[in-house]
């Protein structure tokens, strides 16, 4: 079920754009095929996490049992998000989430131009049209988290689990390598903060002599969260933004206009538009300072002379991490990155190629052992710097042990014991009167949790 969680995630992308596609074919009409509470689930969402399972993965009669089934634990949990006043989705996340799977897509297709041509739409147009599904989909994440917090598996239990594993069915490993860096930030110069403040306060001043905010924020906002948007965040909650920007907006009345102020992104001044209750909407434009080629090349200095120090035995790759890396997720653990869907250290080659084109390219006919020349990217928040990569281990195609394998076992008994929780817990919101009524096409599925005897 898991897997089918995560297909409605990024299949959610689809289900509009699915039905606009041409077609010679004539189109069947779309019609309600169960309902869940106040919710519905439509053939055509059926149909368009159907296509994209099979595109990847071998059919049977079951998998379109399979697909209404995920739908179905998908509506449950946002049913039970709605009700829970602690779930909260803030519009940075939705825009965060729009534009992680857009580049996704825009990438299977090569190019914004082809993306926006083979639609017939733009991506402001189709991030517009899906905006209200992608904030559902990240409350039925929420809610699922929550439905699942908590839950360990102990080495015994993960012991049990292997054990229990038929030995043709143990899972085969694919090559998978292990790897660290340290990461080197340019520099920003006194006189390009100054720059980027000054800019900021000269978009301030013609807001005050009456210019429009979100004009402005759309033509000079460095905020790829807001900035499309005419610098807009609605519903906007302490928790949810660095300390310095929540500080001014919950400072603010409705229709103030700030000072411009500092956080680690660069320059910011805001305007209120409404304050409701512990929630306020703002308008605000972000002016980053720019990075020059003089302080790239002194960041990729400074790796130079650390790379150095390393060669010579002067200090080891970890302490070089720990004294001067500027990456915080992986300064303090001997630079090592960690795999941020499994928790675990090792990546297949092939998911860190998609998670990070540039270190894939750089580990190329390096050796366990090898430390790459310092090589230029960009971070996870768009920033540019430099790094150098040590690769630690490189792994054989093998059969999963419980020696070599530990961390991936404990992560599938961990899954498997999550997915009985899930399902004791779906049969008991359904045993507590949920309304539920499925078409009669799919009566005859064999769902693994109680559907349709509730």
């Not at 399979?66 to 996340?93: F, G, H, I």
């Not at 014991?417 to 049969?427: A, G, M, Q, R, Y």
Request: net charge negative.
């Amino acid at each position: 079920m898991k897997r089918f969680f995560l297909l409605g995630i990024i299949s959610v992308f689809c289900i509009q754009s699915c039905c606009a596609q041409p077609s010679q074919t004539p189109q069947v009409v779309d019609k309600v095929v169960a309902v869940i509470g106040g919710k519905i689930i439509l053939e055509s969402e059926v149909q368009s996490q159907y296509m994209e399972y099979v595109a990847e993965n071998a059919a049977n009669a079951d998998t379109r049992c399979k697909v209404l089934e995920d739908l179905l634990y998908q509506k449950l949990l946002l049913l039970e998000a709605e009700k829970d006043t602690t779930m909260t989705v803030s519009e940075a996340q939705v825009e965060q989430e729009m534009d992680k799977r857009l580049n996704y897509y825009i990438g299977q297709f090569g190019s914004k131009e082809k993306f926006e041509s083979f639609y017939g739409k733009t991506t402001d147009q189709f991030k517009d049209e899906l905006r209200g599904d992608v904030k559902d989909i990240l409350l039925a994440q929420q809610m699922r988290s929550k439905v699942t917090e908590n839950i360990t598996v102990s080495p015994e239990e993960v012991r049990k689990y292997y054990e229990a594993i038929p030995a043709d069915s143990i899972p085969f490993i694919n090559s998978q390598v292990e790897i660290a860096q340290i990461t080197k930030m340019p520099e920003i110069t006194d006189a390009e903060k100054e720059e980027a403040k000054q800019k900021a306060e000269d978009l301030r001043q013609r807001v005050l002599k009456g210019e429009s905010i979100s004009t402005l924020a759309i033509a000079y906002s460095d905020d790829p969260g807001s900035a499309k948007t005419g610098g807009l965040y609605k519903n906007m909650r302490r928790g949810e933004f660095v300390p310095e920007f929540e500080k001014v907006a919950f400072s603010l009345k409705d229709g103030d206009v700030s000072e411009v102020f500092e956080t680690q992104y660069g320059y910011h001044f805001m305007q209120v538009i409404h304050r409701h209750g512990d929630q306020v909407d703002i308008k605000h434009i972000l002016i980053v300072p720019k990075v020059s080629e003089d302080d790239l090349g002194r960041a990729k200095s400074v790796l130079d002379s650390i790379l150095g120090l390393i060669k010579k035995d002067s200090i080891t790759f970890p302490e070089a991490a720990a004294r001067f890396s500027d990456d915080k997720n992986t300064k303090y653990n001997g630079g090592q990155v960690v795999n941020p869907q499994s928790g675990m250290s090792r990546w297949d080659m092939n998911q860190l190629g998609q998670f990070d084109p540039t270190i894939s390219f750089t580990l190329n006919n390096m050796k366990p052992g090898d430390i790459s020349e310092p090589v230029f990217y960009n971070t996870p928040d768009a920033k540019q710097a430099y790094r150098i990569v040590k690769l630690l281990n490189v792994t054989k195609p093998h059969k999963a042990n419980l020696t070599d394998d530990y961390q991936q076992m404990q992560s599938l008994a961990l899954v498997k014991k999550e997915l009985k929780v899930v399902s004791d817990w779906i049969n008991q919101k359904l045993k507590e009167g949920v309304y539920i009524k499925i078409d009669p096409e799919y009566q005859n599925c064999h769902f693994v949790n109680n559907w349709l005897n509730p």
